[in-house]
C-alpha cells in the first residue's frame, strides 16, 4: 500500500484466451507514495478513462485520466474526491442508467487505524466534476474493529442501488438507496454474503448477475489457513465463489466455486464483460504464502451458467469443482 508503483497492461487480442504485450501507462510523480486500484471505463466522448487511486502524504484520492488514442498517452488527472484517505477499490465507478457516474469512498479515521466509514460520489458531467452525495455512512456496531470497508455499487432494474462493504462482523455489509444515493438505509449484515475481512463484487455479464467472494472463514467448518513457511497466514480469503442471479441482482440461486485450494487465497476480483463470456482477474497467493502475491485473469463463458450446478465440458479449466447448494 506504502511502496511506489507503476500502473501497466497486458493486452489480448483473442477475447482473453492468452495475453500478452505488456506496457507501462503510468508511473508514480515525484512525491508520490503509491498509485493504485484501477478502474476502466469508456466515457461518453469516446476516450477512455482510468480511474486510480494516488497516495501522497497522509491523503489517498481518486483521479481520473482520460486518453484518446487507447492508453498510449493520458491527459492530466481528475480529483474525483477531496483531499483525505479514502480507499477505492478496482473496478469500482459504475454507470447509473440515467448516465451519472457513482463510486463508494471508504474513508479512514486515519492512516494509522483501521476504523472506516463509506462515502459516495457522483459526477453528472462524464466525470468532469464530482460531489459527495451524502454523510458518511457507520458500520451500526460502534465496537468494530474495522468498520465499513472496501465498499461496491450496484444499480438494480428498479433504480435502487444497493452498496455493500466488507467488514470483520463475518459477512458483506448491504445498504440501499432510492433516490441515486443521497439517503442511504443503516447498513446490515448479509445472511448470503458471508465474509471474512475481504471484499466483493457484483456485476452484470451478459443475461446474468455474478457475485464473487469468499465465503465465511469457518464456511462449513473450515477454518483459516497458515502457510507454516511464512507463518503470515492468507486471510480466509479461500474459496473464491461466484453466485449467479437470473433477476439482476434480486436473487443468486446458482452457485459454483471459482477457485477451492485452502492452501492459496484469492481475492480483489474485477469484472470485464465479454460477448459470450467474461473475464475475472485477481490476486492469487499462487503458492507463495502471501495473500497478495500474484495475480491471475480467468475466463468464464456463458455457457457455463446456463442452469443451476451445470458443468459442461469445458468447466474443468474455469471451475476447480461445483459448489454444493447454498
Request: charged content about 20%.
Amino acid at each position: 500500500d506504502a511502496d511506489p508503483a507503476r500502473i501497466s497492461a497486458v493486452f489480448s487480442s483473442d477475447e482473453g484466451q492468452s495475453w500478452g504485450g505488456h506496457r507501462v501507462l503510468m508511473t508514480c510523480r515525484e512525491g508520490d507514495k503509491n498509485i493504485m486500484s484501477v478502474s476502466f471505463m469508456r466515457m461518453l466522448d469516446g476516450s477512455l478513462g482510468m480511474f486510480f487511486l494516488r497516495k501522497t502524504g497522509d491523503a489517498c484520492v481518486l483521479n481520473l485520466v482520460r486518453s484518446d488514442d487507447e492508453g498510449e498517452s493520458w491527459g492530466e488527472p481528475t480529483i474525483c474526491t477531496d483531499n483525505q484517505y479514502y480507499v477505492v477499490n478496482n473496478d469500482r465507478v459504475i454507470r447509473l442508467r440515467n448516465g451519472n457516474l457513482l463510486f463508494p469512498a471508504n474513508l479512514h479515521a486515519s492512516p494509522a487505524t483501521d476504523i472506516s466509514v463509506q462515502c459516495y460520489f457522483l459526477s453528472e458531467d462524464d466525470g468532469k466534476t464530482w460531489k459527495k452525495l451524502c454523510e458518511p455512512l457507520a458500520h451500526p456496531d460502534r465496537t468494530t474493529t474495522s468498520g465499513l470497508q472496501e465498499g461496491g455499487v450496484y444499480e438494480m432494474p428498479d433504480g435502487t442501488i444497493w452498496g455493500w462493504a466488507r467488514t470483520r462482523s463475518g459477512s458483506q455489509y448491504s445498504m440501499y438507496s432510492k433516490d441515486g444515493g443521497v439517503n442511504w438505509t443503516t447498513p446490515v449484515g448479509s445472511e448470503l454474503f458471508t465474509s471474512p475481512d475481504a471484499p466483493m463484487q457484483v456485476k452484470d455479464v451478459g443475461d446474468y448477475t455474478v457475485a464473487i467472494f469468499n465465503p465465511k472463514p469457518r464456511y462449513y467448518g473450515r477454518v483459516e489457513f497458515e502457510a507454516p513457511e511464512t507463518g503470515k497466514g492468507l486471510w480466509a480469503r479461500t474459496p473464491f465463489v461466484c453466485l449467479v442471479s437470473h433477476d439482476r441482482g434480486q436473487t443468486f440461486p446458482d452457485g459454483y466455486f471459482l477457485e477451492t485450494d485452502p492452501s492459496n487465497s484469492y481475492c480483489y476480483p474485477a469484472v470485464f464483460e465479454g460477448e459470450d463470456y467474461f473475464l475475472v482477474a485477481y490476486y492469487h497467493s499462487n503458492g507463495s504464502g502471501l495473500c497478495l502475491s500474484s495475480g491471475k485473469i480467468l475466463r468464464v463463458s456463458l455457457s457455463e451458467l446456463d442452469g443451476p450446478y451445470k458443468t459442461p465440458a469445458k468447466a474443468a479449466k474455469s471451475y476447480a469443482a461445483q459448489l454444493p447448494k447454498l
